[in-house]
């Protein structure tokens, strides 16, 4: 069990930068894959980013490679998502999610994920 809290959201400008948080609860939360997803209105809830239980592997949607930055700090219970050259087609509530697995496995399809938080809107204005 493990309880998922985001922060960071905001309005950016395109071709600007974010870094959005998501902070877990409990002692385990290295035992657990993370990623980041997105959903826009209207859409799709979409994969972003993955991450496994250390850190090593990460894996990312091709529209966020080479602009977006998965990491995580298993001391501080937080995984990260460092956003460069932002787009206004990037505007989306953005979720963090975690699913406790072996280690070195990242996941990239939503209905895999075991637990959510609750979003944080990202706005990206032209």
């Known amino acids: 069990q493990v309880q998922l809290v985001e922060s960071g959201g905001g309005l950016v400008q395109a071709g600007g930068s974010l870094r959005l948080s998501c902070t877990a609860s409990g002692r385990t939360f290295s035992t657990y894959a993370t990623g980041w997803f997105r959903q826009a209105p209207g859409k799709e809830r979409e994969f972003v980013a993955a991450?496994?239980?250390?850190?090593?592997?990460?894996y990312y949607a091709d529209s966020m490679k080479g602009r977006f930055t998965i990491s995580r700090d298993n001391a501080k219970n937080t995984v990260y998502l460092e956003m460069n050259s932002l787009k206004p087609e990037d505007t989306a509530v953005y979720y963090c999610a975690a699913k406790e697995t072996s280690p070195g496995r990242v996941y990239i399809v939503a209905y895999e994920m075991d637990y959510w938080g609750k979003g944080t809107l990202v706005t990206v204005s032209s």
């Open positions: 991450i496994n239980r250390s850190g090593g592997n990460t």
